[in-house]
C-alpha cells in the first residue's frame, strides 16, 4: 500500500513538471513580449512602494525578484507564473490528503483542476490574480489545520496571519476569502458550538492587521488611489436598475461557462448527478465555506450594487473545487470509469497549450506582438548619439513607458508622471517621455522621436 501511494506521489509531481515546462515553455517560444498585466507589474516593480495605483504591493514585488536575478528575460516571468500556479495545486494536495485520507482521490481532486481556464490558458500573464493563488491555497490549508487539529499551535496562526496578509496585498479581492474563513469560524463556535473560542486565534487578527500598517499609511497618504480605482473598475458609480439584474445573470452565465469541462471531468467518473449535503460532515461544510461562500458573496456584490464583475477576478476562487465535488460524490466515484476520464483529461491538457501556441503564432495584433525589445533599442541608440548620460526615468504610462523600464540596459524607473515628485529624481539622470506623438512634438524639450505612431521625447546631457 505504501508503495502504491509513493507511486501516486510520484505521478503528482510529474503532472506538477509537465505543468510547469509546458506552460513556461510554450508562451517563451510563441510570444514575442510578455503580456500587459506582467509589463504593467514590471514597471511598477521598478519603483518599488507599498501600492500602486491599481493594485496593492504584491504583484509588482515578485516580478521584481525575478527581474534582479534574471534579468529581463520573459521566459522568467512565465516560470514565474506557473511557480505560483503549481505552489496553489501542491497545497491543495496536501489539504485534499487531510480530507480524504486517499491519495488516489487527492490526486484527481487537483488534476480536475487542469480542466478550469483559469489554471491554463490564462496562467502565463502574472497578474494580481495569479499572484493570489498561493496565498489562497496556504491559507486553506492551515485554517483547516487550526480547526481540524486537537492543539491549535501558534505557528500555524502566525502562518494563517502571514499568508492573508499577502494575499490581501496581492488584491483586495482576497477578503472575499477570508471573510468566508471567518463565518466558518463564527459558525462553528457560536453557533454550533463545535469549538470553544481560543484566544491564539486572536493572533491571526494580529499578524494581519500589523502586516497591513504599512499599506494603510500608504494609502492614506495617497487619497486612497487604489481603492477607488478598483471602484471605478466595477462601474460602481454609474448605475441603473436593469443592471443588478444584467451583471448578476452574467456572472452566472460566464462561471457556468468556464466549470463545463470541469464537470464534464467529474461527471465522468460518475454518473450520479443529484446529491445531499450531509449537515454532520465537517469536511464537506468547511469545503462549502471556503469554495462555495467566496463565490456567493462576489455573486451578492453584483446584485447589491449593479457592479460588473470581471471573469479573470474569479481566478482564485475554484481552487478547491476538485476537492469539494469528489467530496460530494466520493461514494460514487466508479473507478471502472477512469480511462475514460484520463482520455478527456489527456485531451484537455495537451490541447489548451496547442490553443494558446497556435493563437500566439498566427494572431499577429496582440499585446504579445509588440516589438517592446526593438523599440527599447532603437530609443537607446538614438539617445547614446544625443546624450552623454543614463536614462534614469521613464514616464509615460504602463503599457509603452513600462517596456522600456523593462527592455533597457539602465532599467530605468517608470513613473506615470512626474507632477510634484521632481524632488524625488536624480537631476543629472536622462529622461524619456512616451506619449501622443503630436502633444510631444510641440512641447519636447529635447530631441523627438516617433516609432508606431508613439512619440517619444528624450531629455538628457549633450
Given at each position: 500500500m505504501n508503495r502504491y501511494y509513493?507511486?501516486?506521489?510520484?505521478?503528482?509531481?510529474?503532472?506538477?513538471?509537465?505543468?510547469?515546462?509546458?506552460?513556461?515553455?510554450?508562451?517563451?517560444?510563441?510570444?514575442?513580449?510578455?503580456?500587459?498585466?506582467?509589463i504593467e507589474a514590471l514597471a511598477w516593480s521598478s519603483n518599488l512602494d507599498w501600492g500602486f495605483n491599481k493594485h496593492p504591493p504584491m504583484s509588482a514585488f515578485f516580478p521584481e525578484i525575478f527581474y534582479r536575478i534574471f534579468g529581463p528575460n520573459d521566459w522568467a516571468f512565465y516560470f514565474l507564473s506557473q511557480l505560483f500556479v503549481i505552489i496553489a495545486f501542491y497545497f491543495v494536495y496536501k489539504f485534499s490528503i487531510e480530507i480524504f485520507k486517499n491519495k488516489p482521490l487527492s490526486f484527481l481532486s487537483v488534476i480536475v483542476l487542469e480542466s478550469i481556464y483559469f489554471y491554463n490558458f490564462t496562467t502565463p500573464e502574472f497578474n494580481v490574480n495569479v499572484c493570489q493563488l498561493p496565498f489562497w491555497s496556504l491559507v486553506v490549508y492551515y485554517s483547516w489545520k487550526i480547526y481540524n487539529d486537537k492543539i491549535i499551535t501558534f505557528r500555524d496562526c502566525v502562518l494563517i496571519g502571514l499568508f492573508a496578509a499577502l494575499g490581501f496585498l496581492s488584491k483586495y479581492l482576497f477578503v472575499y476569502?477570508?471573510?468566508?474563513?471567518?463565518?466558518?469560524?463564527?459558525?462553528?463556535?457560536?453557533?454550533?458550538?463545535?469549538?470553544?473560542?481560543?484566544?491564539?486565534?486572536?493572533?491571526?487578527?494580529?499578524?494581519?492587521?500589523?502586516?497591513?500598517?504599512?499599506?494603510?499609511?500608504?494609502?492614506?497618504?495617497?487619497?486612497?488611489?487604489?481603492?477607488?480605482?478598483?471602484?471605478?473598475?466595477?462601474?460602481?458609480?454609474?448605475?441603473?436598475?436593469?443592471?443588478?439584474?444584467?451583471?448578476?445573470?452574467?456572472?452566472?452565465?460566464?462561471?457556468?461557462?468556464?466549470?463545463?469541462?470541469?464537470?464534464?471531468?467529474?461527471?465522468?467518473?460518475?454518473?450520479?448527478?443529484?446529491?445531499?449535503?450531509?449537515?454532520k460532515n465537517k469536511k464537506l461544510i468547511f469545503l462549502i465555506f471556503i469554495s462555495v461562500l467566496p463565490i456567493f458573496f462576489m455573486f451578492l456584490t453584483s446584485l447589491i450594487s449593479g457592479s460588473k464583475i470581471r471573469t479573470m477576478w474569479m481566478t482564485p476562487f475554484y481552487l478547491f473545487f476538485g476537492v469539494l465535488f469528489i467530496e460530494i460524490y466520493k461514494r460514487h466515484i466508479?473507478?471502472?470509469?477512469?480511462?475514460?476520464?484520463?482520455?478527456?483529461?489527456?485531451?484537455?491538457?495537451?490541447?489548451?497549450?496547442?490553443?494558446?501556441?497556435?493563437?500566439?503564432?498566427?494572431?499577429?495584433?496582440?499585446?504579445?506582438?509588440?516589438?517592446?525589445?526593438?523599440?527599447?533599442?532603437?530609443?537607446?541608440?538614438?539617445?547614446?548619439?544625443?546624450?552623454?548620460?543614463?536614462?534614469?526615468?521613464?514616464?509615460?504610462?504602463?503599457?509603452?513607458?513600462?517596456?522600456?523600464?523593462?527592455?533597457?540596459?539602465?532599467?530605468?524607473?517608470?513613473?506615470?508622471?512626474?507632477?510634484?515628485?521632481?524632488?524625488?529624481?536624480?537631476?543629472?539622470?536622462g529622461i524619456v517621455y512616451t506619449g501622443n506623438a503630436d502633444i510631444l512634438k510641440q512641447v519636447c524639450p529635447g530631441d523627438f522621436g516617433k516609432i508606431k505612431k508613439q512619440g517619444f521625447c528624450m531629455i538628457g546631457s549633450k
Open positions: 509513493k507511486n501516486i506521489d510520484k505521478l503528482f509531481y510529474i503532472f506538477l513538471l509537465f505543468h510547469l515546462a509546458v506552460w513556461t515553455l510554450v508562451p517563451s517560444l510563441t510570444n514575442q513580449n510578455l503580456p500587459l498585466d506582467t476569502l477570508l471573510l468566508s474563513i471567518s463565518l466558518f469560524f463564527i459558525f462553528i463556535i457560536f453557533s454550533k458550538k463545535e469549538k470553544k473560542f481560543d484566544f491564539k486565534y486572536i493572533i491571526v487578527l494580529e499578524v494581519f492587521l500589523i502586516l497591513l500598517v504599512p499599506h494603510f499609511i500608504w494609502l492614506s497618504e495617497n487619497n486612497y488611489i487604489t481603492l477607488t480605482y478598483g471602484l471605478a473598475r466595477t462601474g460602481f458609480e454609474e448605475k441603473e436598475l436593469i443592471d443588478h439584474i444584467k451583471y448578476p445573470l452574467s456572472f452566472i452565465g460566464k462561471q457556468i461557462g468556464i466549470l463545463i469541462p470541469f464537470f464534464l471531468l467529474i461527471f465522468t467518473l460518475t454518473s450520479k448527478v443529484k446529491f445531499k449535503i450531509d449537515k466508479n473507478l471502472k470509469k477512469l480511462n475514460k476520464f484520463f482520455i478527456i483529461f489527456f485531451i484537455l491538457l495537451f490541447l489548451s497549450p496547442s490553443l494558446y501556441g497556435y493563437i500566439s503564432i498566427t494572431k499577429d495584433n496582440k499585446r504579445t506582438d509588440y516589438p517592446g525589445k526593438e523599440i527599447a533599442e532603437l530609443v537607446e541608440r538614438r539617445w547614446s548619439k544625443n546624450f552623454s548620460n543614463e536614462i534614469k526615468y521613464v514616464i509615460g504610462d504602463e503599457w509603452i513607458a513600462g517596456n522600456l523600464s523593462y527592455h533597457m540596459s539602465s532599467r530605468p524607473i517608470w513613473f506615470q508622471d512626474i507632477k510634484g515628485k521632481a524632488d524625488q529624481l536624480d537631476p543629472s539622470g
